[in-house]
């Protein structure tokens, strides 16, 4: 390990703060490291491997979609992108897809789909949240309502403001002739799993319709079962007219999508696009993988696993608060422990969290985890927080 890091440190840009841990092999809801040790996973990649590590189903479509054909640009048809297209229309309100290589990509286009659509009446602004997290790329992190991201790279694109979470008298404020888009995570994910109101996003919506404006939600981390139905807007009154998704579509292979609703369809020949963006391989992925949410009923285990979860966390030493659906779940910890937390599960018990604040976990993991590995992990988390409150 000390080898890789000492490697790396060398070549890689310095921009991640990466754990001293080095995975070679996972399956399922467990990793290995370079000396064989296992690790129970509940990070799994950031909410992206939905189905675990090395899921068969993947691994094969995969395998077999690259003895056939790999991409063609968008140039041309493929089937394994329309076979996509129709899956998730199908299981959804919308009526269009555009397919990107990741999250932040996909908000890119649906920023671009809000100023196409706002274009004729002169409205342009995208109206997001406070601790919101959008993406990288520089639309994205203008959406991203956390100015320690954007800060350095100012001047970032203008039209973007920031209101605060579940305020619904700031959104009203904020909404209005300019407003091409409200962009809305229904669960902020980054800034440690905060969930909107339901009375807010029926608000947003009253609000974009008002004026002409778009409601995307952003389910790029509550998508794809995450929350326990497909998208977690499923358990709200609202229905937006753009979703994007990312992270667990493709099972662990980088695919992003925008999903459209025909009023909302203002897209034209040669107004966007991608070379690689709904390439046959991840779209294989991403076909494989909804085929098995479905086959092995992950919406409903997503649930009963989050409800194990949330029962046996409630309430628990060390810890005030569990928020959350399904299995998107934050722990808030009663001291600014969950950072060295992080570090105790790692090292003393084997288990990978993710911490988003100095006193927020974030529990994301795959949909698979059966009851048995959510016992052992409320186990070595609750040894972990007993350990890290004392430290
Ligand atoms: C992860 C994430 C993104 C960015 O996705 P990338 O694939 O990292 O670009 C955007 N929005 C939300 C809500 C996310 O969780």
Excluded at 128 to 134: A, D, K, N, V
Excluded at 151 to 158: D, V
Excluded at 196 to 202: G, V
Aim: include cysteine; charged fraction near 20%.
């Amino acid at each position: 390990m000390a080898d890789v890091i000492e490697r790396e440190g060398r070549v890689h840009l310095p921009v991640y703060a990466r754990q001293p841990l080095v995975i070679v092999r996972g399956s399922g809801c467990w990793v290995w490291d370079d000396e064989d040790r296992r690790y129970l996973d509940l990070v799994a990649g950031i909410a992206v491997n939905v189905l675990g590590h090395s899921h068969p189903a993947v691994a094969e479509a995969l395998a077999a979609q690259a003895r056939t054909l790999l991409t063609t640009s968008n140039l041309y048809y493929t089937l394994p992108q329309l076979e996509l297209a129709e899956m998730l229309l199908a299981r959804s309100p919308f009526d269009r897809a555009f397919f990107t290589n990741s999250g932040t990509e996909a908000n890119e286009a649906a920023i671009k789909l809000a100023r196409r659509h706002g274009n004729p009446r002169g409205a342009y602004e995208i109206v997001s949240l406070t601790g919101s997290f959008h993406g990288r790329t520089l639309g994205s992190l203008a959406a991203t309502g956390q100015p320690k991201y954007a800060a350095p790279f100012a001047p970032l694109p203008e039209g973007f403001i920031h209101v605060p979470i579940n305020d619904t008298d700031a959104l009203l404020g904020a909404v209005g002739e300019r407003t091409a888009a409200i962009l809305l995570e229904p669960i902020q994910g980054e800034s440690g799993i905060h969930p909107l109101t339901d009375a807010y996003l029926m608000a947003a919506r009253e609000a974009a319709d008002r004026v002409g404006a778009l409601l995307i939600l952003d389910e790029i981390q509550t998508g794809i079962g995450r929350t326990g139905t497909f998208f977690a807007f499923e358990q709200t009154p609202v229905v937006p007219d753009v979703v994007t998704l990312a992270k667990g579509l493709g099972g662990g292979v980088p695919i992003g999508a925008m999903l459209v609703r025909e009023s909302a369809s203002s897209f034209q020949t040669g107004d966007h696009g991608t070379t690689l963006g709904g390439n046959a391989l991840t779209a294989a992925a991403a076909i494989a993988t909804l085929r098995v949410i479905d086959d092995e009923g992950l919406l409903d285990k997503a649930r009963e696993r989050g409800a194990q979860f949330a029962a046996a966390l409630t309430g628990a030493d060390h810890i005030t608060e569990v928020r959350g659906k399904g299995l998107m779940i934050g722990v808030e910890t009663s001291g600014p422990f969950a950072r060295s937390a992080v570090a105790i599960a790692r090292d003393q018990h084997a288990l990978l969290i993710n911490a988003t604040g100095d006193s927020t976990l974030r529990l994301v993991p795959p949909l698979v985890i059966s009851p048995q590995e959510v016992d052992e992990a409320v186990d070595r988390l609750l040894a972990a927080l007993a350990e890290a409150a004392e430290a």
